[in-house]
């Protein structure tokens, strides 16, 4: 029983590392992110958050990808159309 204590030990200790960023949320298009420019920010600040993570590109949620996406796309838009 002694023995498996630091092995079982170990094994709780490896599953702990860096949180993921959220990915739990609606996927939105750029018409979505267009129409709340507020949204666009956070969303930019989750693509960072990924980004920085140092996971693969790969294991990158789709939901996430194509919020970034959308989310760079809306902010290009916006700043591409003249000001009233």
């Known amino acids: 029983m002694i023995r498996i204590a ?16 959220p990915a739990d949320m609606p996927a939105r298009s750029w018409r979505y992110y267009a129409a709340h420019p ?4 956070p ?3 989750i693509c960072r958050q990924w980004s920085e993570s140092g996971r693969p590109a790969g ?3 789709a ?3 194509g919020n970034c996406r959308a989310a760079a ?8 159309q003249p000001a009233p």
């Open 6 to 21: 630091p092995l079982t030990l170990g094994i709780m200790l490896a599953g702990c590392g860096p949180l993921s960023p």
């Open 38 to 41: 507020a949204e666009i920010e």
């Open 43 to 45: 969303m930019q600040a």
């Open 59 to 61: 294991s990158e949620p």
């Open 63 to 65: 939901v996430i990808t």
């Open 73 to 80: 796309f809306a902010k290009t838009m916006r700043r591409s």
